[in-house]
């Protein structure tokens, strides 16, 4: 027990006070990217070549947030001069065309759908599925119940069965093999439900876009509402969204 | 061992030189090397101008490598010894070829072969779901009862199916099922651009970025005579024990959690933490994806991030120490570990067990001695304490694993110099030649081949995470234990779904 209080009093209380007080990540971190319209083409062109993900058009000077996995790359290429990647983690959307982005996205709390907010902004329970992927989205969503994010203290939490649940929190690219379980699982969800798809994976196949063996894009069987961007989104992403869209 | 071709890790060789032999010598060669305590590093099979291979790259002390055209069905080699059992039923599934004789040949991942051959196991891909729909190993009886769980788990966790045959409380057997995750990665690897593949390859596991693309960039490397710099190895190899602390850190707290103790499980998820913001300050990404590129590091590791990485240390040590001391020190805890899980060391060398898993059960091998890699050769080695393969074993390896790689990390970022950074995508590999590379990973052993052609495109890609050979080890700890200790068995090899299903 001694031994217990000591480790307490070391610990100490560690739970972030976001969204009271910002958080900074450091500025390595890859969040909302910034970009210039105004750099020259062949630059911009040879961002787009560089790029694995194909996620960025050139003619457009945008770049889709739910194809790209935030390697950097583009920005490395550019200099800068095309793409930097800013600290801002802010990165749900509501609307899949709002992925495609030129370094802005539409406030999220705006774009939320009133009736979620009445039916669960007070209470909100999730059923986790892992579709296939490489694990560091449910990695990243699991951190959300260690002490540091402490997301019960928002009224959300994961839950163990579907009918428990108000929505379904999808990630990886879903696997043909994963196909079946992730409808059964969706469809015992009572309804209202809401549907999120989080990762790059499940926005459009991530790393994986292109095999025969995934179906890549959860939004072609399921209807989503909520997409958050990342390869993983960082758990301050998907807290932000959360936070934004329910409350 | 005359007919085996002795190579090094990471060695580029000439195709033409590996001893291609007869199948029924190759066979007897690769028996004869496993029933001496050699092990299975690959096994697989690849297609050359239309004719099926087989290739086999296996270790002792040293590694070597042998071939051999396939028969279009042959003597399953798992009949004389376990080693080869889940390599045999992966060649089943990949390519249609039957080993006669098989003591439970299975689908590994559900998925059509790759030469449109009449499926081994009668299935048809083309018209249903597979997944799950086979006959589980058979056990009856009046008080016999099952435990199925599956695919989709009660936690946030990857999709799976376990089947528990019970007797009362006591398990007599468990048959885990995957393939649920499978994505093709072998089969996208060769096809995608080389801008590509690292993306690929660091989604074969998340949790294993950095193990997975550091295979792959030494095997590339080596096949395009790519040079990497002193201070890339050195950000290579912090990355890799950043990587391996983390996980560590996270699995006691899983444990502490499942024997309902909460402080401690509070505690190491908090410091798990810490370690996956220090790769992010190394490269921007919790899980160290877009470091470790063929040719080096994307990112240099500055004053400012060595600062960042000692402070974190020396802040962090105490905290570990005090926090695995609370855990490891409360006997209600040693009394759920001890004697729980055992996996003893006789079974664990039949199943080629690898990693902590493998340490825990008395098998030293550790890649980072036995074959080492970038800096490892400079390095201390680590050495466990107690090895007799039961939960409490494969815990404290974590423990004394933890604490060996911070002094790594430490002795690491004293290093002087500079590093460029100079990743490449754009390379020329070696024709007509193979590599494989292995490395420690954090849950074992990792290896990846790379065959190419005549013209230096990549025939044949394969990828082993250490799970491949450790599943099957967490079914034989659960034989005669109580039910209720298989989350303990479980979060104590920690296992990967996605690294076994690719
Ligand atoms: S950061 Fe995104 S847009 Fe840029 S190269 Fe990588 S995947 Fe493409
Ligand atoms: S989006 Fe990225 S991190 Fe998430 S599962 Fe897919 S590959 Fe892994």
């Known amino acids: 027990m001694l031994k217990v209080l000591k480790n307490r009093l070391e610990q100490g209380n560690r739970t972030s006070k976001y969204p009271k007080v910002p958080i900074n990540l450091y500025n390595r971190y890859r969040g909302l990217p910034q970009i210039n319209p105004d750099c020259d083409s062949a630059t911009i062109k040879a961002c787009a070549t560089a790029c694995p993900q194909e996620a960025i058009d050139a003619s457009s000077c945008k770049i889709d947030l739910g194809k790209c996995v935030f390697c950097g790359q583009c920005e490395t290429q550019s200099k800068g001069e095309f793409v930097k990647f800013t600290q801002n983690f802010e990165m749900g959307v509501a609307n899949k065309n709002d992925l495609l982005t ?44 260690t002490p540091f994010f402490d997301l019960s203290r928002f009224g959300i939490q994961f839950v163990a069965s579907p009918r428990h649940a108000d929505g379904i929190h999808v990630t990886g690219p879903i696997s043909r093999n994963m196909h079946a379980a992730t409808i059964t699982t969706f469809e015992a969800v009572p309804s209202p439900k809401v549907v999120i798809a989080s990762g790059s994976c499940a926005i459009s196949g991530g790393p994986f876009y292109g095999s025969d063996d995934i179906i890549g894009d959860l939004n072609s069987i399921i209807p989503v509402d909520l997409y958050i961007p990342g390869c993983p989104p960082h758990p301050i992403t998907t807290l932000h969204a959360l936070l934004k869209y329910f409350k | 061992m005359a007919n085996l071709l002795q190579i090094n890790n990471g060695e580029t060789v000439q195709r033409s030189l590996i001893p291609h032999l007869a199948f029924a010598d190759f066979r007897s060669e690769l028996l004869t090397f496993a029933n001496n305590g050699g092990q299975v590093v690959q096994f697989f099979g690849y297609e050359d101008d239309g004719v099926l291979k087989f290739l086999a790259v296996l270790r002792n002390e040293a590694l070597f490598v042998v071939g051999c055209d396939e028969p279009e069905s042959y003597q399953s080699l798992t009949t004389e010894t376990e080693k080869f059992h889940m390599f045999e039923r992966e060649i089943a599934e990949q390519y249609g070829v039957k080993p006669e004789g098989h003591p439970w040949l299975r689908m590994v991942r559900y998925h ?129 024990e950043l990587e391996r602390i983390a996980n560590h850190v996270g699995d006691l707290g899983a444990l502490s959690g499942d024997v309902a103790f909460n402080p401690p499980a509070a505690f190491f998820g908090r410091l798990r933490g810490e370690f996956l913001n220090l790769l992010l300050t190394l490269c921007g990404n919790r899980f160290g994806k877009s470091l470790v590129r063929p040719g080096g590091v994307t990112q240099v590791m500055g004053e400012e991030q060595k600062k960042i990485i000692r402070d974190k240390i020396r802040e962090t040590r105490p905290e570990l120490e005090h926090v695995c001391d609370l855990l490891f020190s409360e006997p209600t805890v040693r009394a759920r570990f001890e004697t729980t899980g055992t996996v003893p060391y006789e079974q664990a060398e039949k199943l080629g067990l690898v990693g902590y898993a493998g340490r825990a059960s ?141």
């Open chain 1, 102 to 145: 030129g370094g802005s996205l539409p406030a999220l709390a705006e774009h939320s759908k009133k009736h979620f907010k009445k039916l669960f902004g007070r209470s909100l329970q999730l059923r986790q599925i892992s579709a296939a992927g490489c694990n560091a989205c449910e990695a990243d969503t699991n951190v959300l119940n």
């Open chain 2, 112 to 240: 059509e072969n790759y030469r449109g051959k009449e499926d081994v196991f009668g299935n048809d891909y083309k018209k249903e779901d597979i997944p799950g729909n086979y006959e589980y190993f058979p056990v009856e009886g009046d008080v016999i009862h099952e435990v199925a769980v599956g695919p989709v788990h009660a936690g946030i966790i990857e999709p799976g199916h376990f089947r528990f045959q019970c007797i009362g409380e006591t398990v007599l057997h468990l048959e885990i099922q995957l393939g649920y995750q499978h994505r093709g990665i072998e089969k996208l690897l060769p096809s995608v651009p080389s801008v590509r593949r690292p993306i690929v390859i660091e989604g074969i596991a998340g949790d294993t970025a950095i193990g997975h693309s550091l295979c792959f960039s030494q095997a590339v490397e080596s096949l395009a005579s790519i040079k990497v710099d002193e201070g890339a190895k050195t950000i290579r190899v912090i990355a890799l």
């Open chain 2, 362 to 502: 008395g098998l030293a091998y550790d890649a980072r001695v036995a074959f080492p890699t970038e800096c490892y050769a400079d390095l201390t080695a680590n050495t466990n304490e107690k090895a007799v393969g039961d939960v409490f074993c494969r815990a404290n390896v974590r423990r004394e694993e933890i604490m060996h790689s911070l002094d790594l990390i430490e002795k690491l970022v004293q290093k002087d110099g500079e590093t460029a950074n100079d990743p490449t995508f754009d390379y020329k590999l070696a024709p007509s030649s193979f590599v494989v590379s292995v490395n420690e990973g954090w849950r074992g052993e990792i290896s990846h081949c790379i065959l190419t052609d005549q013209d230096g495109a990549i025939t044949r890609y394969k990828v082993k995470d250490p799970s491949f050979h450790n599943w099957t080890g967490l079914a034989m700890s659960l034989r005669n234990e109580g039910i209720s200790d298989f989350p303990l068995c479980n979060k104590s090899f920690n296992l990967s779904y996605c690294g076994f299903d690719l």
